[in-house]
């Protein structure tokens, strides 16, 4: 795909993820540091056993990422269905593939982040001590990738979602202490969801409420930041990755929610594989 090939959206989005590149390497390269929360979390929350809050909230991610599982299964049988049951194969709607890939990679994220969590909390230290950072960065991209599918293209979407998860697994488990790039990272993804909200969504879009998801990946952000801070203010009760929790939780409803959605359009265009799966 040559440059001159794309549109309009396609080489905005191409300018805008070069230079969350570069802000990202500048980010690690600056004087200005901030410590990654995850490298003293294990010895701050749950003193080296989960609390009460960190299964609590881990196990409302770990349902969502598995309810997304089975509702994109469902959407697959559906389809199959239809197909089925369709007089003629133009008669059945093509569902966004792309972006359901993107929402296989957001859900299987959200699997990985509570099992993370608690691995690095019963053994701290080493690549488990960054691996819920890691599945959040797998649902990050997947989250950033379905939103671009939604306002750009579907092939630009996929891009991005491999290009997001790389750089957030780079910042996450190659930058040491420095939690400066995987800060530079969330927060640009986040601009890039709220900018795409303004946008128009193209032909055959799920239908994403991207603000309210900018916004609370905004704020699932600050929380794992301020993870410490957090932990302290609250008396030792909640720490910033429970609330981080929480905010993925709320934004896979929201996923949950628009491929209902897209399973209600499928069977309307295709009554025959309604009756078959009612």
Known sequence: MSLPSLSRRERTLVVFLAALSAGAVVAYTAPVVVESPNLSQSSVVGHGFPTAPDLL????????GMWGWRRLRRLEREHESALDSARLPQATVQPPFNALDCAWMFFAGLILMPVGSVLQELQPGGLLLQADRAGM????????????????????????AWFVLCGGLVAALECGGNGMPWLFIQLGGSILVLALSWLRPIDGAVGLRLGWIAGI??????????????????????????????????????????????????????????????
């Open 57 to 64: 909230t881990g196990f409302a991610v770990l349902a969502t």
């Open 137 to 160: 960065a797998l649902a990050f991209g997947g989250m950033v990738g379905f939103s671009v599918c939604e306002r750009v293209s579907a092939r630009a979407g996929w891009s991005a």
């Open 217 to 278: 990946f905004v704020l699932g952000g600050a929380c794992d930041i301020l993870d410490e801070a957090i932990h302290r203010a609250t008396g030792e009760l909640v720490s910033g990755q429970n609330l981080k929790h929480l905010a993925f939780s709320l934004v896979a409803i929201a996923v949950l929610h628009a491929l209902q959605s897209l399973g209600r359009k499928t069977l309307r265009h295709n009554p025959g594989a309604a009756a078959v799966t009612a």
